[in-house]
């Protein structure tokens, strides 16, 4: 995959036989009887070893927590590749039916695709739905199931934002836009003033960044009816207003399509050709260390808003769970690994703090000692805060659907290329809804379009 894999990357450089759940799958959705307290204490006494797969940089300090509350697991952590790497050789593993970790890192995104080829244990018996008020809503949703199965613990999130050179607007007179209007009209402004300066730049090879800005405007593309039914709607009245604003500025020379995570646009966020960048609450991390001559000169406010006056509305763009592996022999220490390694309150605080991943609990969200923060980079503001507070304006009911990698490939070849063509990106959605539609009734779905 593409899109998808370059932004797994990026946030690896900002981070710097089945088991139980299956009968959830067959049965219609019930979940197996409860893990019984005893057994659970049994498991967590009992010699054993797990393997855990993940990206995510020093994170052996976490599991060393657990370690010490558990003493007889070993936790060994293995770094299998970042994103679609890790994905391949998952399903390499499963398929060979050896391999395969005991706990994975899956992206929100990807949960989808694996709970459809029962790759990943349901949590319920072994306590998840008691934890549901431990994180944000719209994060516990990702990863809730059309029957109500639990596929994994949320560990880090995306809320979308924006951020923008203060100095620049300033020099030109640009308010912070409220609104999508608005922001428009900044970006002929700017333009016309600096035909150097573009006002954001809306790369052509990021599908993320298009998604979480779909997910911001109200779109649903993808809503899963079934284990194997899909409404596809990638050209629907919301998604074609949101291609042809962003089309519309794109041809018309004010916002540029840089392929983003290259050599050439790193240089242009230090060298001030972009005065925004609609990122998520890693960017703010990610900015610090890759933008490092433009120190002070960043601040960070909302996505502006389709509707004046309206409720403000944020979408999402990336983030992951801890999700237990089908075939796993321990399902009871690895579910209650990949529960303490999200829940405990020191656990999570370190991700936060030490890792850098923006949080998905709300305990984290609240806390002084992450909300507080306020760096040099982004002019003393308490940018922490300020995402903290988007978060909850993340819709709740976006999907993703059972086959991503070539939902994405085939936006590349549409929508993307329509932004880097300047070509008409209506007909490039119509285009992406064909390909979407006939692939997936070819592999077997019901879609509903």
């Keep these: 995959m593409k899109a998808v894999k370059r932004f797994s ?4 450089v900002l981070c710097l036989a089945a088991c139980t759940g299956d009968s959830a799958g067959d049965d219609g959705g019930s979940a197996a009887p409860p893990a019984a307290q005893a057994d ?21 300090k976490e599991v060393t927590l657990f370690e010490q509350k558990y003493p007889a697991i070993d936790v060994e952590v293995v770094n299998a590749g970042q994103g679609e790497p890790q994905y391949t050789k998952l399903r390499t593993a ?14 929100f995104q990807y949960i989808p695709t694996f709970s459809l080829t029962k790759s990943l244990v349901d949590l ?9 008020d431990t994180f944000v809503d719209w994060t516990w949703n990702q990863v809730t199931g059309a029957n109500g199965e639990i596929w994994g613990y949320p560990q880090d999130t995306g809320p979308m934002g924006m951020l923008y050179r203060k100095d620049i607007f300033d020099k030109h007179g640009i308010a912070v836009p409220k609104t999508w209007d608005e922001f428009a009209a900044a970006a002929r402004k700017l333009h016309a003033a ?18 979480g800005l779909l997910w911001q405007a109200g779109a649903k593309p993808f809503t899963n009816t079934g ?65 490092k001559s433009t120190t002070g000169k960043w601040r960070a406010a909302p996505l502006p808003q389709w509707q004046s006056g309206g409720q403000e509305v944020s979408g999402n763009w990336g983030g992951s769970t801890s999700a237990v592996i089908t075939g796993t022999k321990n399902p009871i220490a690895a579910a209650k690994f990949a529960e303490f390694l999200n829940t405990d309150p020191e656990s999570t605080k370190k991700l936060a703090l030490e890792q ?57 070849e549409t929508v993307g290329k329509s932004f880097a063509d300047k070509s008409d990106t209506s007909a490039a959605l119509d285009e992406w809804q064909k390909r979407v539609t006939d692939y997936a009734k070819n592999q077997g779905f019901k879609v509903n379009e």
């Design 356 to 412: 850098f991943l923006f949080p998905a609990t709300k305990a984290v969200l609240a806390d002084p000692a992450f909300t507080g923060q306020k760096p040099e980079f982004y002019g003393g503001q308490a940018v922490n805060q300020e995402f903290a507070r988007i978060s909850d304006t993340v819709d709740k009911q976006f999907q993703w659907p059972p086959f991503l990698d070539q939902a994405v490939n085939d936006w590349d």
């Design 227 to 291: 284990p194997e039914s899909v409404t596809v709607s990638l050209n629907d009245d919301v998604s074609k207003k949101v291609g042809s604003y962003w089309g519309g500025l794109i041809a018309e020379g004010v916002v540029s399509a840089d392929a983003d995570f290259t050599d050439a646009w790193y240089q242009a966020l230090n060298r001030g050709k972009y005065a925004t960048w609609l990122t998520a609450a890693w960017g703010p991390v990610f900015l610090t260390g890759s933008a």
């Design 124 to 132: 319920r018996p072994y306590g998840a739905e008691a934890l549901k």
């Design 40 to 60: 659970i204490d049994k498991a967590l006494q009992t010699p054993t070893k797990l393997v855990f797969w993940t990206w995510v940089p020093d994170i052996q």
């Design 194 to 211: 600096d035909p150097n300066v573009y006002l954001t730049n809306l790369a052509s090879n990021q599908n993320g960044a298009w998604m």
């Design 9 to 12: 990357a990026a946030l690896l």
């Design 94 to 107: 499963l398929k060979a039916g050896s391999g395969a970790p005991d706990v994975a890192q899956i992206e």
